[in-house]
T-cell receptor
Framework: GAGVSQSPRYKVTKRGQDVALRCDPI?????LYWYRQALGQGPEFLTY????????KSGLPNDRFSAERPEGSISTLTIQRTEQRDSAMYRC????????????FGPGTRLLVL | AQSVTQPDIHITVSEGASLELRCNYS??????LFWYVQSPGQGLQLLLK??????LVQGIKGFEAEFKRSQSSFNLRKPSVHWSDAAEYFC?????????????FGKGTRLSVIA
């Protein structure tokens, strides 16, 4: 398919473990966004990239969260020393250009920290 | 900074009845506005968007929305609801100035459809 893909779709981990969430954007899309969605809430911004450059990481909750997009395509969101409050749906989106464009979302990764 | 309010957490509509989901936004300039739908186990699917021009926007699945600057609103409408429209609906606002920016979402409205 030509859509945004994310893996894994579901991740169950124990508190204190590190997790890495992957996002593969639509081919050719310049911008890539990470959002987090708690149950019963709308998605909330975490960070975004234009090409490989991280433009804004103001939404990352603390320094346990980091993201990279080293070659301007696939991106990884890493959460270190996970805590139960990190449990949520993590969504990735991509858009074609750096001007405001429609963001296309992936299916998300459901993270559960026990 | 932008913000979005969706006043209705949950709405129940009979199949075949009309639907209006409310969305109010806050932004200093003309915003970019979006409606997304999220079905169970699915990602967010774009229904429609407003960037400029005609304030009445047509989207997929028979949905439309009207941008009303004076009311800071972008309400979503459908004349006749189908059972398959049951889902969560999110309104979002993007900044029109300063290049691409993250979207700010409302908390969503859950739509239930009854026979």
């Amino acid at each position: 398919g030509a859509g945004v893909s994310q893996s894994p779709r579901y991740k169950v981990t124990k508190r204190g473990q590190d997790v890495a969430l992957r996002c593969d954007p639509i081919s050719g899309h310049v911008s890539l966004y990470w959002y987090r969605q708690a149950l019963g809430q709308g998605p909330e911004f975490l960070t975004y990239f234009n090409y490989e450059a991280q433009q804004d990481k103001s939404g990352l909750p603390n320094d346990r969260f980091s993201a990279e997009r080293p070659e301007g395509s696939i991106s990884t969101l890493t959460i270190q020393r996970t805590e139960q409050r990190d449990s949520a749906m993590y969504r990735c989106a991509s858009s074609l250009a750096t001007a405001q464009e429609t963001q296309y979302f992936g299916p998300g990764t459901r993270l559960l920290v026990l | 900074a932008q913000s979005v309010t969706q006043p209705d957490i949950h709405i129940t509509v009979s199949e075949g009845a009309s639907l209006e989901l409310r969305c109010n936004y806050s932004y200093g300039a003309t915003p970019y506005l979006f409606w997304y739908v999220q079905s169970p186990g699915q990602g967010l699917q774009l229904l429609l968007k407003y960037f400029s021009g005609d304030t009445l926007v047509q989207g997929i699945k028979g949905f439309e929305a009207e941008f009303k600057r004076s009311q800071s609103s972008f309400n979503l409408r459908k004349p006749s609801v189908h059972w398959s429209d049951a889902a969560e609906y999110f309104c979002a606002v993007g900044a029109s100035l300063g290049g691409n920016t993250p979207l700010v979402f409302g908390k969503g409205t859950r739509l239930s459809v009854i026979a």
